[in-house]
């Protein structure tokens, strides 16, 4: 049996070994992903984010719980694990969630370690997502740590994007993540039973706000071949849910929120549009890689060093070595 | 006398019609600033950033008026302006500017509105500032609203950068400029006559902590041809510095940090480091658009479109899209 027809009859370690290729980016990888691809769409995929100590792992655990307990639905999880001064969170998270959720057939779990280079990880996940989806789960659950523009762009992969919060963290935490709060369909306070949590609420509900204006406004709406902005009177309020995961308090509400944004996208036509909007985007993104991975083999990196250093020097501008270095093709 | 004879003679009128060249990347732009780049190299570059409402412009304008009455030394001004719900803030401050700084054959005045393309912002600025460098300001402050990735793109441009705090705005305030905290050289707190000022120092300094961690950890680093991190054990603390614009207070220790700043990074050579940094991120822009402006214009809008469809009807990945499309060199 090949890859793809094992995948699809549900071999979870061929699924493994193809992860890592396709996260790799080997050819043998982007052979199946291309072929897998064809048998995507199908899942509804969450992205869910939020700095360190918010207990992000532990909420995404006992959803998971729920959902299989009560709705017999598959579950993948992909947990960006960046490459921060962070990372003790995101392995006792994986501890967390080997008790858990280990031992669940239908429960599949997928660490990533993030990239150095700009687009890599967004690239590398967008792949791993799309196989999860052939492969055929229900669900497929975007972990990642809300500091940094990649993790934004990850966020951006989802169909519904979860924000997760805590209180009396201060306000160098809350600040961390302000930068995805206009992403969030579906706002989470965690911890819920810890001291100032009403201020929480009250600066995301603040947040909120300008947030949503932003986003209403289509500020993210940047990409080079940009669709017309969406319009729809039929608004989204993002909920704010109080949640004490280790109690498994509010989690039903999160459950419920997320079909809510489901059947909301749906109902408005926003779930094909964002769809073909995220695919475009890949698109872009790749394009832009291919690209440059293209004119990189072609140039020699010598030639390259030597224009940058005539531009240190100040003997030729920027434009001007790019001029120099890309050859006109009409 | 040609366009850059002219600048170079101190041409003004010139030097705005060039500035708006360049601005819409005309082939004259282009040539012009090309020449001028290697005139460029010796102004001390200062972005500005924080949100509408932290007196963000006075205190530009108190900051430039202090410089010229006791440094006579030449200013320009790039104020960003962008096409946000917030571009009330940005009038007022330009009447407030007008006012305060009109008259001043040391000071040239630029605004600039902000692109929807994605680096279009960064890429007309960079080449703004290096035409206002070879025009020979000493000093050259980019000022931007910060609150996206643009903004943060735009302040990349500068030696040393300045955000703009202000007490008593709330949590919602607070945390849309965080994503910026971490490219603070120096912070301010303007309005330090208003409540509050205390938590907002306190909140500053606890973001500053973490901001600088992920800095001094390279967080920022990921360009195409990065160089090795910079390492030093003469580290740079950012001051916070409390002022009062309208009165002249805390300006004098603004005017010093900044200079500081720049004896700062002579010393440690990463003036010159960061110069370079900063011409190699602006070359790679510069590639990645040049290689995508020159895919644009050898392929058919007809092709790429309904190579998009098979995309979105899912008969055919982004991956292998790209690969249809882009043809190999090699």
């Known amino acids: 049996m090949n890859t793809v027809d094992s995948i699809l009859s549900g071999n979870r370690l061929t699924l493994s070994r193809l992860l890592t290729e396709v996260e790799n980016e080997t050819g043998a990888g982007k052979t199946a992903l291309n072929e897998l691809f064809t048998r995507s769409g199908r899942a509804h995929l969450i992205g869910v984010t939020g700095a360190p100590g918010t207990g992000k792992s532990s909420l995404v655990n006992r959803v998971v719980q729920l959902i299989r307990r009560e709705r017999k639905l598959t579950v993948a999880i992909v947990a960006i694990d960046p490459s921060s001064p962070f990372t003790g969170g995101a392995i006792l998270g994986d501890r967390v969630r080997m008790r858990d959720l280990a031992g669940d057939q239908g ?24 196989i999860l989806d052939a492969a055929g789960y229900d669900l497929i659950l975007i972990e990642t740590v809300g500091a940094g523009q990649s993790e934004v762009d990850v966020a951006r992969l989802a169909h519904t994007t979860i924000v997760v919060e805590s209180p009396g963290m201060g306000d160098d935490i809350q600040a961390i993540k302000a930068g995805i709060l206009e992403i969030a369909d579906i706002l989470v306070i965690n911890k819920a039973d810890m001291p100032g949590v009403e201020n929480t609420e009250r600066a995301l509900r603040a947040n909120l706000e300008l947030g ?38 509010g989690i039903p509400e999160v459950i419920v929120a997320i079909n809510n944004h489901r059947e909301y996208l749906q109902r408005t036509g926003l779930y094909q549009l964002r769809d073909r909007e995220r695919l475009k985007n890949e698109f872009e993104h790749q394009l832009q890689h291919a690209l440059m991975e293209n004119w990189k083999s072609t140039s020699s990196p010598k030639a390259v060093a030597d224009v940058l250093e005539e531009v240190f020097q100040r003997s030729r501008s920027p434009g001007n070595a790019v001029e120099q270095l890309v050859k006109k093709s009409n």
């Not at 599949?108 to 993030?114: E, P």
């Not at 990409?223 to 729809?232: A, H, P, V």
């Not at 909920?239 to 498994?248: C, G, L, S, V």
């Open 107 to 130: 429960v599949f779990i997928r660490s990533m370690a993030s990239r150095g280079e700009l687009g890599g990880l967004a690239r590398a996940t967008a792949g791993i997502v799309q």
């Open 212 to 249: 949503y204006s932003n986003r209403v406004n289509g500020k993210s709406g940047h990409g080079l071949f940009t669709e017309t902005s969406i319009e729809s009177s039929d608004e989204w309020i993002p909920p704010i849910i109080k949640t004490i995961a280790i109690e498994e308090t």
